[in-house]
Structure formats: structure tokens, C-alpha cells
Nanobody
Framework: QLEVVESGGGLVQPGGSLRLSCAAS???????IGWFRQAPGKEREWVSC????????KYLESVKGRFTISRGNAKNTVYLQMNSLKPEDTAVYYC???????????????????WGKGTQVTVSS
């Protein structure tokens, strides 16, 4: 299994930005990557995913136009750029990885076998 570690979370005011990183000890290009989040008292929610090919990228409707998932040039990092943050984006954000078919981008947490421990994002004034 791939070990992944999230970073980049923090406290930000509404309208602000954060860039989350998901780093691994191996090249991540071979893996489908998903970002999920879990707010207090709520179930874990899928946020975004990128396929191994990079051709399939999907977003939760409520973050479309504000969040961008991308693979880093170093090939062992995937980013989630979060702009125009809202209080409802407050959650622990998790990176997940697995080897799915080349163009497949999954919203299903059960498809991912490797998970990080999460990074807290708090959006508050």
C-alpha cells in the first residue's frame, strides 16, 4: 500500500485560500487520487478525484470552480488548491490512493485502500 501524508491545513477566513498537499514516498502517477472530507458530526464526504491518466477529474458540486486538484511536477505529490473558502468547507481533509483503471476517477471511498490521517481545515472569521 502507498503511504500518504496530508499537509497544508489551517485556519483561514471566509474567502481565503489554502493549498493542501498529499505526499507519498513513491511516485503517485500510478495511482488514482481522491480527496475526501469529514465535518464534525457528519459522514465522510467525497470532494474530488483525479485519474491515473489525469484525463478524468471530478469535483463535488459545491466546490466546483473553487477547488482544483492537480499532480505536482515532483510526481510524488498531489495538491488540492482551495479558493473562496466558506465556513461549510470546515472539515478534516483526507487524501486517498489506489490503483484503479487508467481513466477512472472514483467518488467511492471503498475504492481506495491507502489513506492519510487527515489535515484540519477551519474556515472562520
Amino acid at each position: 500500500q502507498l503511504e500518504v501524508v496530508e499537509s497544508g491545513g489551517g485556519l483561514v477566513q471566509p474567502g481565503g485560500s489554502l493549498r493542501l498537499s498529499c505526499a507519498a514516498s513513491r511516485v503517485m502517477d500510478y495511482y488514482t487520487i481522491g480527496w475526501f472530507r469529514q465535518a464534525p458530526g457528519k459522514e465522510r464526504e467525497w470532494v474530488s478525484c483525479i485519474s491515473r491518466s489525469g484525463r478524468s477529474i471530478k469535483y463535488l458540486e459545491s466546490v466546483k470552480g473553487r477547488f482544483t486538484i492537480s499532480r505536482g511536477n515532483a510526481k510524488n505529490t498531489v495538491y488540492l488548491q482551495m479558493n473562496s473558502l466558506k465556513p461549510e468547507d470546515t472539515a478534516v481533509y483526507y487524501c486517498a490512493a489506489d490503483i484503479l483503471s487508467w481513466d477512472r476517477c472514483s467518488r467511492n471511498s471503498g475504492d481506495f485502500g491507502s489513506w492519510g490521517k487527515g489535515t484540519q481545515v477551519t474556515v472562520s472569521s
